[in-house]
């Protein structure tokens, strides 16, 4: 199939010109875009569909990424702009999360917030911004999306095949929807950036025992933050 932005039942794979297209016999990269999903069963479902990738000898490298779209027809612009806000604060923790690849404005297709004029953005509507200031579907955070699918995309990690780091990155960023939706507070300034801040902040720290999914994602993610900053020696962002 090629590419399209329509939603089907089905699990699909599309071609995507910004994808590396080496190995798949094709003019451009492949990308697999699933239906919509929920709950355990939908993370069932994303495993099988992992796993049928990597039997297929499926691979992935820097020019790939995961996009993750959540709910948020219940949301209104005030908080879809909070979900926005939210992100773009820890913005500088969630970068080590991630490979260096998908960090600061180091790929065009998921832009930065740094530098953005925030006390101007608080005051203007979300669905502005992107004629004001320029901010687009290629962004960390996608709010364009909203518009067509009724959903908020989360645009920043890397490309991966681990079905339990996608559901991680899942888990992560729903709980960055529920916070705000909630009325999270937006400081403007964090005094201390640091991955436990943001988990506590997240109230991943609270989470209960019963929860597997949700304890297992987190380890993950911590996982990853602990390895990514280690590497480039961060110490301002330590506390796990």
Known sequence: MG????????????????????????????ELVSPILSGREGL????????ALRNAGAMVDESCGLHVHHDAYEYSDKDIGRVVMLYARWEKVIDY??????????NSYCKSFEGLPWEELRHCNV????????????????????????????????????????????VFTQNIME?????????????????????????????????SIGLAAYRIIAKNFKKFAGLDGITIYSGL
């Open 179 to 211: 916070k705000a939706k909630a009325g999270a507070k937006v400081t403007r300034n964090i005094r201390n950036l640091s991955f436990k801040n943001l988990r506590d902040m997240l109230g991943a720290s609270t989470v209960s025992a019963r929860d």
């Open 44 to 51: 069932n479902e994303l495993k099988v569909a992992v796993s």
């Open 3 to 30: 590419y399209t932005h329509m939603t089907t039942l089905y699990w699909k794979v599309v071609s995507d010109s910004s994808v590396n297209n080496s190995g798949t016999c094709t003019v451009n990269g492949l």
């Open 127 to 170: 669905f502005d911004w992107s004629r004001r200031y320029g901010i687009t579907r290629y962004w960390k955070v996608n709010v364009e999306a909203y518009n067509r699918h009724g959903t908020i995309e989360f645009r920043q990690h890397h490309g991966t095949l681990d079905p339990d780091e996608i559901t991680a990155w899942v």
């Open 97 to 106: 999360t991630v490979k260096p690849s998908r960090r600061g404005n180091e």
